[in-house]
C-alpha cells in the first residue's frame, strides 16, 4: 500500500495497520543531485544539513520528538541492539527490537532487505537490516530471539520485508552461492544460473524461507525492487554500474 505523507512516500503493509511504520522511498525530501530526495544515510556525502532534515521530516510523520528517531551503525552483522530508552551515539549493530514506547526504530538500506517485525499481543517491535551477509549470519533469527526476550512469542509475531533488490537484479559470484549451499543445501533453489560461472540470488524469497522455519506465521515480501527504479529507490548496485561517486539511503521505520 502505498501512502503518502507530507510530500514524503512509503509503502505501508496491512500485517502492520495497527502500528506506525513505513518503508519510505526516496520521493520527498530536501537532498539534490544523486541523493536527490529523502536521503537519510548519515554515513553517505551528501550535506549533513539535508540529511538531517530529511531525517527530521520523518519524525515528523510519526508525530515523535527529534531524538525518538534511533538509528545503528550497520556493519553487516548478526548484532541486535536492545532499545530502552532514547541514545545519541550510534552503536554498531543490525537490528534493534523495543518494548518501550515512543521510539522509532529506523534501518537504512539502498538494496539489502529492511525487516520490520511486531508482536501486537506483548506489544514488542523490531527492526533489522538483512543483507545477503546478515541473512547468512542468522541476523532474522537473532532479531526474534531478541523479541522472545521482551516476551513476545513466535506465533504472534509478523514480519515484513521491505524494498529490495530482485533476483534479476542480484548477481553474485560462486564463492557466495558455495557458502549458502554448504550451510543450508535447500537454499539451492533460491539461485538460479547467470552468465558465465554468475548466480541471480532471490534473497527476499530465501529470507521467507527462513521466516517460516523460525515459526514466523505472517511473514511477507512487500515487492519491488530497489534496483529497477530509480524515481523511487537509492540502490547501491545501480549507483556502481552508472559509476556515481556515491548513493544515498532509504529508511526504513517501525513504532509502538
Known sequence: MDMDHGGLKSFNSELFDAIPHGFFTRI???????????????????????????????????????????????????????????YNETP???????????????????DCQPVLFYDGSAKVIGAAHAGSKGTKARILQNTIVAMEALGAKRKNIKAVIGPCISQNAYEIGPD??????????????????????RFQFDLPGYSLKILKSENILQAKWIGHCTYADPLKFFSYRRSVHQKDTDYGRLISCISL
Open 92 to 110: 554498531k549493530a543490525d537490528a534493534m527490537v523495543t518494548a518501550q514506547t515512543g521510539l522509532i526504530l529506523s534501518i537504512l538500506t539502498a
Open 176 to 197: 557466495f552461492f558455495n557458502e549458502i549451499c554448504n550451510d543450508d543445501p535447500d537454499a539451492k533453489r533460491f539461485f538460479v544460473q547467470g552468465k558465465e560461472d
Open 28 to 86: 520527498g525530501g530536501y537532498s539534490k543531485g544523486i541523493y536527490k530526495g529523502l536521503n537519510c544515510g548519515r554515513g553517505s556525502a551528501d550535506k549533513a544539513s539535508n540529511v538531517e532534515a530529511n531525517r527530521q521530516a520523518v519524525t515528523n510523520y510519526f508525530g515523535r520528538s527529534s531524538d525518538s528517531l534511533l538509528s545503528v551503525h550497520q556493519h553487516h552483522s548478526s548484532d541486535v541492539l536492545t532499545v530502552k530508552a532514547p
